[in-house]
């Protein structure tokens, strides 16, 4: 089986393996593997960016997202007319001769990879470059053109020990993808710690963050692939992290779980205190600057 591995932590958001696929595919007919993809509205490869926290306390992800290439494909499954078929490799096509315009492939794919051509009246979709594959390319355009190393393709076997630190998207769903990501994005709190007396930075402040109850799982809009927390999975309660503030009194805490947390901050010769249900369910928290009192 071939299979992605896309690690979020290497991307640096370049977009060039969303530009070689439209580059590979807009105007090209590589019938039988696809029909040309349109210059506007279809990104078979396409780049998901997302702002997170606030200013300064911001961080953008970036997850680059194909065809699933599911294993339990449900595609598959809704297509009357039989166009999409599994290759002996995993990778999963739809075939443009066979492809009636249905559009019952759409509505069933949990990652929202099918695309409708309403020119030429067929679902369309990332077909992993397979095309080239036949021809003797290793990778697809995108694993080609990637500068970081970012996206990995090849033998399930070959990848094993990337993908046995990976997850996939929407796990819950249940389809079994072919293409993992390492480094998923997942919450983050984040603060600066100052004396209001001497308005003054506060470094080496012990900060602990300990969590607490889980928010109900909300129900997810969309497509959301910027945030690991909605890609299944239970956060720990009752975990402890612990950090201090650098010389500019700030202190983050990265990659942590959607959970209700509370936040001891301490310091020798300070008042010690504590911020209480600090959720992170729906955004990552900045909470700005918080000042510290010299005890008496």
């Given at each position: 089986m071939k299979s992605f591995v896309i690690d979020i932590a290497k991307c640096n958001g370049c977009y060039n393996c969303q530009i070689a696929c439209k580059?590979?595919?807009?105007?090209?007919?590589?019938?039988?593997?696809?029909?040309?993809?349109?210059?506007?509205?279809?990104?078979?490869?396409?780049?998901?960016?997302?702002?997170?926290?606030?200013?300064?306390?911001?961080?953008?992800?970036?997850?680059?997202?194909?065809?699933?290439?599911?294993?339990?494909?449900?595609c598959i499954a809704s297509c009357g007319p039989g166009a999409i078929y599994r290759r002996d490799d995993g990778l999963v096509l739809i075939d443009p001769v066979k492809c009636t315009g249905c559009m019952a492939c759409l509505d069933v794919c949990p990652y929202g990879s099918?695309?409708?051509?309403?020119?030429?009246?067929?679902?369309?979709?990332?077909?992993?470059?397979?095309?080239?594959?036949?021809?003797?390319?290793?990778?697809p355009r995108c694993v080609d053109v990637c500068p970081t190393g970012a996206i990995s393709f090849g033998e399930e076997k070959e990848l094993k020990t990337l993908i046995k630190g990976a997850d996939?998207?929407?796990?819950?769903?249940?389809?079994?993808?072919?293409?993992?990501?390492?480094?998923?994005?997942?919450?983050?709190?984040?603060?600066?710690?100052?004396?209001?007396?001497?308005?003054e930075c506060l470094e080496d402040v012990r900060v602990t963050l300990t969590s607490g109850a889980t928010p109900a799982r909300r129900e997810r809009e969309g497509a959301d692939y910027c945030f690991r927390g909605d890609h299944g999975g239970q956060?720990?309660?009752g975990v402890t992290l612990v950090s201090t503030t650098d010389d500019f009194g700030d202190f983050?805490?990265?990659?942590?779980?959607?959970?209700?947390?509370?936040?001891?901050?301490?310091?020798?010769?300070?008042?010690?205190r504590t911020i209480e249900a600090i959720d992170v369910s729906e955004k990552d928290v900045n909470l700005g600057d918080i000042d510290l009192q010299r005890a008496p």
């Open positions: 580059e590979e595919h807009v105007g090209n007919d590589w019938t039988p593997y696809a029909k040309p993809q349109p210059d506007t509205g279809q990104f078979w490869m396409k780049m998901h960016e997302k702002v997170r926290g606030s200013v300064p306390k911001v961080k953008v992800s970036y997850v680059a997202t194909p065809c699933m290439h599911c294993r339990d494909a449900r099918i695309y409708f051509n309403r020119d030429l009246g067929l679902a369309q979709k990332c077909t992993g470059c397979a095309h080239l594959l036949d021809r003797g390319w290793k990778e996939v998207l929407f796990p819950e769903e249940g389809t079994r993808p072919l293409v993992h990501y390492l480094n998923l994005p997942k919450r983050f709190i984040a603060g600066s710690i100052f004396d209001p007396v001497e308005d956060p720990k309660t983050w805490f990265n990659q942590i779980d959607t959970a209700q947390y509370v936040l001891k901050i301490e310091k020798e010769g300070y008042v010690t």
